[in-house]
């Protein structure tokens, strides 16, 4: 998985494979994005080929370190078989999704 962060505060973008192995660079950037001010996040998921269960667990973990700073995370543009996941685990009823 690579992740392109703005310093802008514009989106954070994710592409190619989120797995178990990509817990490392996923945890810093949480950690990042949350230590930075701002009302919401907004990751992009259109160019995220794959997730699995743990890269969805990742997600939720992220979910729970925004409540814990008074933020929202917005998921953006899933696609493929990121949204078939999605739909299956009804995640859109977990997260804001923006399509």
């Known amino acids: 998985m690579q992740i392109h962060m703005d310093n802008a505060g514009g989106p954070i973008a994710m592409s190619g494979e989120f797995t178990f192995s990509d817990h490392v ?44 700073n008074h933020r929202e995370l917005i ?11 999605f739909a299956v685990t009804k995640f859109n009823t977990l997260f804001t999704v923006e399509e």
């Open 25 to 68: 660079p996923f945890k810093q950037m949480v950690t990042e994005i949350f230590a930075a001010p701002g009302r919401s996040v907004v990751i992009d998921l259109s160019k995220l080929d794959f997730i699995d269960s743990a890269g969805l667990g990742m997600l939720l973990l992220a979910r729970d370190e925004a409540k814990k």
């Open 75 to 85: 998921l953006r543009r899933p696609s493929g078989q990121v949204k078939r996941m």
